[in-house]
């Protein structure tokens, strides 16, 4: 029997088993095999498991009576199916799924990684030491553990491709090349000397990833073509007997927005990454995307491209498999009855309160940190204890338990270092990695397709939130303060006489001892301005500030400035006049600097008069509502959508294009017509107003500063 | 998203919109107090919500009566600061 150590890279299923790729201490690549059975559950009528159980007796499968516990329904009467193929287990259960429909199914569509984790106490990236003999793991030993905040840093060969432009819009001419320190580029001219060059590359270098730009839609898809047409294999996988497997494109509705991802090309054995196809990697990058599948339990290949709501998911499979809970196929909770009554006690968000409009001085932000996972934590909230008291730990509090501990671990670690020192950025990397996981398991609790979701539970957490923010409303007037807003789960107070950071500490003190739940200092504003509604001054707006911290940096929600459809020039204008203000200590001293704005804006509108701004930072940037026939009165979009459907443009609703304000017939001019426009038709009235509204969110607060709102 | 019921701030829009025949026939002077008294209202979304009750807009009516105790108190607080300076 022999030994290797080293980190768990990538797993998959075979048809006698699992592959696993260990990277070992030595630096070796190392294909292992395992033997690894799987097991599935039936439960229903008797009558019908019969007949189950005598479909499946001719199979490659060992079947077993047992007892095993559903969440919700506690004890049932299985069919246990077990299959030493797992290769196969997706087209062994789709046919009996076929067959019998009718019964209940348990654990049939865990992902392979995730049983191998919970069998082994393993985790992905993981250290291990694994045992072979007969060239088959027999044993394997972990030897780090998820939760490790300071996981030894795997030795990856990362190689970067990247083609020279955005494939969609033009032919690219090369493909550059990056590994270590080494740049070079490989031409496109010749689809057979580009073969014959990167598969050298590959297998001098022998990559663990490959990052690319635009490999899911471009590269990879290319490769296949430019190989079937020269003849030349090409193999991109470390595993060599495998193809590369492509999964299809699709467009889905999320978030009230139609959302449109791109083909995906997954290797074996080594990792491909698209930088331009995954979906959170701009949030956190490679290091944030390893940290989720090493806590997650889904491969970083995966995880890059998957909503973080796919990995709280896996951890709650996983959290089942390791309690012995089985994970049911289909969800089976609804929402119970209520009377309505019930309904408009439960139905409701978090808390969010009218701010006092205006500008205030000396004014603290505290934030609950991660106040929705915390509650579920400490009130032991989850589908299946929600109702019922006395609970044993909920699935969901026992999947989140560690998730939290560990981020608020890296968040302290954090508020230690020297933002200066390298070991930063990755961690925060890492830190919002578990964040995202963190955000989107509350939302998964009343997802009608989770599978461990419950409406009830949801409406729990918000309950209780909205609870706790009246208790730190309490805490901080009984303490003297004005609260001057609160937003879900953030609060904004003042009182006479307190502007350092010290001054708040008590009153942190006092509702983390009150709630529970860990509450931090944003930090102190200098000024900080609630706004109005633009239809009317005497309404306020939830959410919509800007203020200058006693460091001199800037917070801004809701303004122009972080809205997409703001053109950059207007956005850039208004950063530049809040760094004005910025310089203010006061209300009294913001007023003072509005002249500086006013200069600004004067210069800007100079700028733009004379031709000095780039028309690039002019687009605006319009979704289509409709099909452009369906418009009686064509907005600004749909005009310049025309201009281009002129020329054989197709456009569906919900595309965006970009366009110019034009003086000409239409009024704009789509930024995609060949011609461009001539600088001197640009319609500058139109920007100009776009600015000034901009200006005057920001310096409309020194109004109602001087005389207080009046409602009559 | 995803809720059943509507929102306190649907439920003032709404109501507003079903009182703007109301609202129109009042002279243009009146129409500013009238807008005012919604505003009232919007001050205190959360506050309404929270009352859970059957008919949100008796609370919501209650919000408007709230905002004009605190102008009275205002008012007369200003008015004997007033009165005491010419004492």
Known sequence: MNESTGWLLDIYAEEDGATLWLLTDGDQRLRLRMDFDITFYAAGDFPLLRQAWKYLRGKNVRLERTVRRDLFLGERDVMAVTTPDPANIQKLFGDLQRQFPALDYYDADIPITLRFIAQTDMHLLGRCRVHLGDERVQFIEPLSAPWEIDPSPIPLRILTLAPDCNPAVRNPQKLLVKYNQREYSLSLESPRSFLISLKADLQRIDPDLILTDYGDTWLFPQLSTWSKETGIEFRPNREEGRQVMMRKADSYFAYGQVTYRGAQAHLFGRWHIDRKNAMSFGEYGLEGAMEQARVTGIGVQEMARKSPGAGITAMQMLTALRNNIMVPVQKQQVEGTKTLSELIRADHGGLIYQPLIGLHGNVAQIDFSSMYPAIMVKHNISPETVGVEDASEGLIPKTLRPLLEKRLRLKNILIDLDPRDCRVEILKARASALKWLLVVCFGYLGYKNARFGKIESHEAVTAMSRELMLQAKEVAEDMGFTVLHMYVDCLFVQQDGFHKSSDFTPLINAIEEKTGIPIALEGVFKWVAFLASKRDARVPVPNQYFGAFQDGSLKYRGIELRRRDTTLWVRKTQLKALEILAHANSPREFAGRVPDVMRLVEGAKRDLRIGRVPLGELLIRQRLSRTLEAYKTPSPAARAARQLQVHGRQFAPGQSLEFLFAHNESGVHAWELEEALDSRKLDTKRYYRLLDRAIQTIVDPVRSHMFSERLF | ?87
Not at chain 2, 17 to 29: E, V
Not at chain 2, 65 to 77: H, N, S
């Open chain 2, 1 to 87: 998203m995803g809720r059943t019921l509507v929102t306190i701030t649907q439920l003032l829009t709404e109501t507003e919109a079903n009182l703007s025949a109301f609202r129109r026939t009042l002279r243009r002077s009146d129409q500013y107090i009238f807008d005012g008294l919604f505003a009232a209202a919007r001050r205190h979304i959360a506050a309404i919500g929270q009352a859970e009750s059957l008919l949100p807009f008796e609370t919501a009516l209650l919000a408007m009566l709230l905002e004009q105790a605190k102008e009275i108190t205002v008012l007369q607080q200003e008015l004997d600061e007033l009165k005491k300076r010419h004492e």
